[in-house]
């Protein structure tokens, strides 16, 4: 074996882990988050939490960053501690499927179908195939697929550049010599735990230890301990990403070092202790590249089937390794590591824009109720909600923008745009809410109050309020086109009202039946419902337009406002009917 034997390992090692990222990062945005959000929904079942852990697995190809994915969606409080075990379990035999691919190294035969199962035939085909799509595709989503097979080439090519570099060393003695090492059971594991911790990818390490059997001088005495070591190194990775989270996120990387541990220990015991006592021929037989990948699946499989019944046990394991303390953790909106997963981190952020239009909705129809009849609690309320609004702005405002760089699927990308149009919407129908706390807290200082005309036409127009900002809001959260049309039309009914409104109060100032205090306040009143209406316009017309793949709001409204839609002139005509003044004075 001369340098450039060498040369070619490295780059074949090289090529196959940026093969497995690009092939990684493909999968995740053809994904786009719907595995991951489904996953939150089966955690209340343990079969469901094992089989979509292993799904989301084989699809992301890495088991250590389904578990940072745990450890960001726990610390951001999204997930609880417990929910997590079985995911983890799921995602230790998910991870095997790298291995049963890159075992297609190893099929021999003559036959036409089984020389294009062999990767240096199918996966210059794969390449043609993805370059193609990459070069004449529109569609994001045919991109994203190939980007998928001609990661999958890579890889494929990495993994026989490596194995041809690698067959010289099965005629040099000192490299054998080096191989009975691993004899050891205790120095395996470490050099596996080892070698994976530095790397971080126990797929990758594997996938090595699959191109050294090809040369034949691998035997099952040294490839199992090596194995049992790849496991527990590959918790390395989310040991490492727990750093500076709340307890229980750290708790989720106890959990699966914890599980890998005692499953290694038992297997060790168990393997170890039969082959004193029956002493297993094989042990001294090389292993092919496809039963590196059986050792590789029956290990976690036996690991899974005996921590299923402890899964209590492990989360209790992590909370006397990470104790609780009378301090509190600080508290976290998004955790950055869901950004490594960007289609989960877009279905997240979309989450915490649902709650933020409630507390906007709720703040409203309460400052609107303080108008009715005031009562400090409920001031005090509206102030916390205006407050938290204003947090949700910042902080989901800042994490969407980082999240705008990661590589997004068209349909994430337009998602990321559509909350950081609303996110604002949504703060500022909060302010608006504040401005109607405080009016209605200077009509109760002033001990102040509107005639009864003033009060049935403010009441009228809180009722189109409160409409149009369950239209709006309902619009954006089940992303319903069709109340989203109906909001338009209500607001220029509210347009309409509004300056009835005004010039009512003119009459009444007139003929001495209302005073210019009152005057100012209803005035500030009605330009902060008048502001909320545009708001909920903005809402709307962002749904519509980000469906259409467009947004140029001016276009769009003075396109149905100057226009021929039949439909908005129905729903103008139909709202204008039902919030009419109904009195001559």
């Not at 745990?70 to 951001?76: A, D, H, K, R, T």
């Not at 309460?366 to 005090?380: H, I, P, R, W």
């Not at 009228?460 to 809001?473: G, N, Q, R, V």
Request: aromatic share 6%.
């Amino acid at each position: 074996m001369d340098v450039f034997s060498i040369i070619s390992l490295f780059g074949g090692l090289a090529l196959f882990l940026y093969g497995m990222h690009a092939m990684s990062a493909g999968l995740e945005k053809i994904a786009g988050g719907k595995l991951q959000s489904t996953l939150q929904k089966m955690t209340s079942h343990t079969s469901t939490s094992l089989i979509f852990g292993t799904l989301i697995t084989m699809a992301i190809q890495s088991s250590s960053a389904l578990t940072v994915m745990l450890v960001g969606l726990v610390n951001s409080g999204i997930m609880e501690l417990g929910q997590t075990v079985s995911v983890i379990l799921g995602g230790n035999i998910g991870t095997t499927i790298t291995a049963w691919i890159l075992s297609l190294v190893g099929i021999q035969g003559d036959s036409i179908f089984i020389r294009l199962l062999k990767p240096e035939n199918f996966s210059h085909i794969m390449a043609l195939i993805g370059v193609m799509m990459l070069m004449a595709s529109k569609s994001a989503r045919r991109k994203d697929t190939g980007g998928v097979l001609v990661g999958f080439a890579i890889l494929m090519y990495g993994m026989t550049l490596m194995s041809a570099s690698v067959a010289p060393l099965a005629e040099i003695s000192e490299f054998t010599g080096i191989l009975t090492a691993f004899n050891n059971p205790f120095f395996g594991v470490f050099v596996g735990l080892v070698f994976t911790g530095i790397i971080q990818s126990s797929s990758a390490s594997v996938g090595i230890l699959q191109a050294l059997s090809l040369t034949g001088c691998v035997t099952y005495g040294m490839a199992i301990p090596l194995i049992l070591g790849i496991n527990i190194g590959t918790c390395v990775t989310a040991l490492l990403s727990s750093i500076g989270t709340t307890r229980n996120a750290k708790r989720v990387a106890i959990v699966h070092l914890t599980g890998k541990v005692i499953g290694v220990v038992f297997c060790m015991i168990v393997f170890y202790g039969l082959n004193a006592i029956v002493g297993f021929s094989f042990m001294d037989n090389p292993l092919s590249v496809g039963e590196v990948a059986i050792c590789h699946t029956v290990f976690n499989i036996i690991t899974t089937m005996l921590l299923l019944p402890m899964r209590k046990t492990l989360v209790n394991i992590s909370k006397l390794i990470i104790k609780d303390r009378s301090s509190k953790d600080v508290e976290v909106f998004l955790d950055d590591r869901l950004l490594l997963s960007p289609g989960l981190a877009v279905h997240e952020s979309f989450n915490m824009a649902v709650k933020m239009s409630d507390i906007a909705r709720r703040c409203v129809l309460s400052a609107m109720g303080l108008m009715l009849n005031y009562d400090n609690d409920v001031a005090a309320k509206v102030k916390e909600q205006e407050t938290e609004l204003d947090k949700y702005e910042d902080k989901l405002g800042t994490f969407l923008v980082k999240l705008s760089t990661s590589a997004l699927s068209e349909s994430d990308s337009a998602n990321v745009s559509k909350l950081l149009h609303n996110i604002g919407d949504f703060e500022r129908i909060g302010d608006h809410a504040l401005n109607i706390r405080q009016s209605a807290k200077e009509m109760r200082d002033k001990g102040l109050s509107f005639s009864v005309h003033a009060s049935e036409e403010v009441s009228l127009l809180f009722d189109a309020l409160k409409e149009i900002l369950t239209l709006a809001m309902d619009s954006f959260v089940n992303d319903d086109l069709e109340k989203a049309a109906k909001v338009e039309p209500l607001e220029q009914v509210i347009d309409v009202l509004i300056g009835q409104i005004k010039r009512k109060h003119i009459e009444r100032l007139q003929q001495g039946r209302c005073t210019i205090e009152l005057g100012f306040i209803l005035n500030d009143l009605l330009n902060n419902c008048e502001r909320i209406s545009d708001h909920c316009s903005n809402i709307a017309v962002c749904v519509t337009e980000i469906d259409r793949g467009e947004f140029d709001t001016h276009e769009y409204l003075n396109a149905i406002k100057t226009g021929n839609d039949e439909r908005f002139k129905a729903d103008f005509a139909m709202y204008a009917k039902k919030y009419e003044l109904k009195y001559s004075k």
